[in-house]
């Protein structure tokens, strides 16, 4: 049974969701939740390590956004379960489609997740897009992993 959105908050505090700190820590704040979605709002700082010369974000940042709001929706559901998410990695996406070529500064992006597959051995796909004012300006479906053991996985990642 699907869960409808929950709208009504307040979500706990982004930084208590996700690890990202300091100026990799991308999205604002959760804006709604169910069980296969999360809806997450971020702002485009003019003065941001990614700010071009006119403060904007490049679209390409976007994937990182996406990825941001694939990892706070399995961390609040597992939060929600008493259990803490196992990290995971972005494995990838066929196809990244940015509408523009980066997000204005100042914009106020809507980052949405909607997951497609999980499975027991810790493979998902998510559908994601960011909008502006209800304007769809990049949509990809990521692909995602998490390992039953992380730091196996990692270990055995950079040794091969």
Do not use: N
Not at 73 to 86: F, P
Not at 90 to 99: I, K, T
Not at 123 to 145: S, T
């Amino acid at each position: 049974m699907t869960m409808p959105f929950d709208t009504s908050g307040p979500f706990p505090p982004i930084d208590t969701i996700l690890p990202h700190r300091g100026t990799m820590l991308l999205l604002d704040s959760i804006v709604a939740l169910s069980d296969e979605s999360l809806r997450a709002h971020a702002t485009v700082h003019g003065d941001a390590w990614y700010a071009d010369a006119k403060g904007a974000m490049p679209a390409w940042i976007g994937i990182e956004l996406m990825a941001q709001a694939i990892a706070a929706h399995v961390a609040l559901i597992a939060m929600r379960k008493g259990e803490q998410a196992r990290p995971g990695v972005l494995l990838g996406s066929r196809s990244y489609e940015a509408l523009r070529p980066s997000f204005a500064r100042g914009s106020r992006l809507v980052v949405s997740a909607t997951e497609l597959l999980r499975s027991e051995a810790g493979h998902g796909a998510y559908e994601c897009a960011i909008a502006i004012d209800d304007v769809c300006c990049a949509q990809a479906v990521v692909k995602v992993f998490q390992p039953t053991d992380f730091r196996s996985f990692i270990e055995g990642s950079v040794s091969s």
